[in-house]
């Protein structure tokens, strides 16, 4: 009975968030040059446990994708599924960037953010060179598994462990043992996932206090009006865009998918990577929401290296923002470069190190923007990179749901289910749990 007394994990998050707020702004107005504030707190014992904590979601993500994509290949064992499921994940993400694009363009023309007295001589930004088409399409080969692994190149992982589920699917009776291996380990690293979650609202408490003590406000005022129209057009997308497609795509009840998502927003606006959130994404969109492990596995793993709507709402209304500050204008040819452009990229420049910058700066030089614009709103960029996350993670799950129910794998009454996957107990519980119930799946 006392159990349903305590807080849930998105409870748990939200107390964390608001309290690494409150203490990073506090420390910051009290002792504003204190060197051991500076020292022993934000770049000591606050810095400390927010990377420990990313470290320990990173480093569940190989393993995740590779175990949990070879297990969902393993039962897709026709060609002709695989293939339709790979074009229908893939033209739905390059339809909701289109989306994105457009909107936040309509939305910078109609509220005209740049302003030429943001233009100083100083301003300089050094873009990193994007790849060639050719390089990216060599480079989705791995010719090292164990390498790409290590570097935690997602698109080789998944190549690599598509053909690898593949070939397990056809070698009949050892390959059901080795698939039954693999559906093992995947019930591990899911338990390893729920230990991991319990350990969020400490790791989000630190990123929020040494982004609260490490946040330039007086960069972030100066470019405030671009700020907030991207963080609208973010909202609009997250909230009204993406809840649309899934009732009219599926007939699910949007409601009920955004109130399973908060934790997955929380972490991902929290780490500001989608990679990082991924064993989050993934656990929930299969116990919450009710995917069959078949699709997440794919879809979602996919999405968080190639799925970008969040970063191409900024790309648009930054755009448009530095075409403004710098009064040149764009032809509507130019609009629709930028749209298809930053489309397309946001597959081709997949695991490029800053590739939200990267894109901006491609598309940038594709209309004859100068380049240098990029260093006006770098210094907001930071808060504008966690929402985004939080939206890009809430468009692959929209696109999972998606796609798992026109394949007809999708259990609707775990995504009705309001308790479903819901709070997992700590791991002495479960034990408990799995000793009274040992034919009970968790």
Do not use: W
Request: hydrophobic share 50%; net charge negative; proline share 4%.
């Amino acid at each position: 009975m006392t159990q349903n007394n305590k807080l849930g994990l998105t409870s748990k998050i939200l107390i964390g968030m608001a309290a690494g707020i409150i203490l990073g702004l506090f420390l910051r107005n009290t002792f504003p040059d204190s060197e051991i504030v500076q020292d022993y707190i934000t770049n000591g014992l606050l810095h400390v446990i927010g990377t420990i904590f990313i470290s320990s979601l990173k480093m569940l993500v190989v393993p995740l994708v590779f175990v949990s994509l070879v297990c969902g290949t393993c039962s897709l064992s026709e060609p002709s599924k695989l293939g339709r499921l790979g074009g229908k994940t893939i033209s739905f993400y390059l339809f909701t960037t289109a989306i994105a694009l457009s909107l936040a363009i309509l939305a910078a023309i109609i509220v005209h953010p740049g302003s030429a007295s943001l233009v100083t001589e100083n301003m300089h930004y050094a873009a990193k060179e994007a790849p060639s088409l050719a390089d990216v399409l060599i480079g989705i080969v791995p010719t090292n598994p164990m390498h790409a692994m290590s570097e935690g190149n997602m698109l080789q992982i998944i190549i690599f462990a598509v053909i690898f589920g593949f070939a397990i699917s056809h070698i009949g009776e050892r390959g059901k043992r080795v698939a039954r291996l693999f559906d093992d380990l995947n019930e591990v690293i899911m338990r390893v996932v729920t230990l991991v979650m319990q350990l969020a609202p400490y790791g989000v408490f630190a990123l929020m206090g040494k982004l609260a003590l490490t946040l330039g406000l007086e960069t972030f005022s100066s470019v405030v009006k671009y700020f907030f129209v991207v963080l609208t057009v973010l909202i609009i997308h997250a909230f009204v865009v993406y809840p649309t497609l899934l009732k009219i795509l599926s007939g699910l009840n949007p409601l009920t998918f955004m109130r399973k998502m908060r934790d997955v927003q929380l972490f991902a606006f929290s780490t500001a990577s989608s990679n990082a959130t991924l064993p989050v994404t993934i656990e929930t969109a299969e116990h919450r929401l009710g995917a069959d492990n078949q699709i997440a596995s794919f879809t979602l793993p996919l999405g968080a290296t190639i799925n970008m709507d969040g970063t191409a709402i900024m790309q648009g209304v930054a755009t448009v923002f530095i075409a403004q500050v710098f009064g040149i204008d764009l032809t509507i040819t130019d609009y629709v470069t930028v749209v298809v452009t930053a489309t397309l990229a946001s597959i081709g420049t997949a695991g490029v190190p800053g590739v939200g910058l990267v894109m901006l700066a491609m598309v940038l030089n594709q209309v004859g923007l100068p380049v240098e614009g990029i260093a006006l709103i770098i210094g907001v960029d930071r808060l504008l990179d966690m929402v985004r996350t939080a939206v890009n993670v809430t468009g692959d799950t929209v696109a999972t749901l998606v796609i798992a129910k026109s394949e007809g794998s999708l259990n609707q009454e775990t995504f009705y289910d309001p308790s479903a996957g819901k709070a997992a107990p700590s791991f002495d519980e479960q034990v408990h749990i799995d000793e009274l119930n040992p034919n009970q799946e968790t």
